[in-house]
């Protein structure tokens, strides 16, 4: 009647904390230029990188304008919100 059942508790408590949460990298906020791929950490700065080019007349971004442009018109969002959903990484 020897009871070895008890010790086994001790043993599993330092194997579980070998596995960190990886929530940890996620803190800056990023949205990408989905027409030559240039990430941004804010929006607005995305908005004027679009906007720019558009005034250049490049083609890309121009489609890209057109799609966030067309988007904002049905949802009665503003540019930028529609780029801040739609972009985002
Ligand atoms: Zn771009």
Known sequence: MSSLSVSASSISKTENSSIPSSKSVSTAPCWKCS???????DVKHLVNHITFFVRQKDKNHLELYRKIKESSDKSSKSFTQVVEEMLKC
């Open 35 to 41: 027409a030559c791929g240039k990430e941004f950490n």
